[in-house]
Nanobody
Framework: QVQLVESGGGWVQAGESLRLSCAASGSIFAVSTMGWYRQTPGKTRDLVALIGSGGSTSYADSMKGRFTISKDNAKNTVYLQMNSLKPEDTAVYYC???????????????WGQGTQVTISS
């Protein structure tokens, strides 16, 4: 099993910043892409940012220039620094990762439980 646990969500005013953290644990054999998605009620879960095993990053257009994804390989932790937050950023943010486990070497997708981010106008 692989567990992804998010933290750092909360309520802030527009223009302020938050940093989300996601710690991965379990029988991890190898890690590929990790990242963040977000979802609002009744909507699809949309890509926010991804970071590859080599450190390459990609972002959804609305997040470019405001959000930064990073990771600490030694801690199996990925971060999302969110600056200049807007009310439309309000959502549940989910950590995502692609892993091989010690017991099953095929690549599988894993998701965290989500953390609420609320931005007031």
């Amino acid at each position: 099993q692989v567990q992804l646990v998010e933290s750092g969500g909360g309520w802030v005013q527009a223009g302020e910043s938050l940093r989300l953290s996601c710690a991965a644990s379990g029988s991890i054999f190898a890690v590929s892409t990790m990242g963040w998605y977000r979802q609002t009620p009744g909507k699809t879960r949309d890509l926010v940012a991804l970071i590859g095993s080599g450190g390459s990053t990609s972002y959804a257009d609305s997040m470019k220039g405001r959000f930064t994804i990073s990771k600490d390989n030694a801690k199996n932790t990925v971060y999302l620094q969110m600056n200049s937050l807007k009310p439309e950023d309000t959502a549940v943010y989910y950590c995502y990762g692609v892993f091989q486990t010690a017991t099953a070497r095929n690549w599988r997708n894993y998701w965290g439980q989500g953390t609420q981010v609320t931005i007031s106008s």
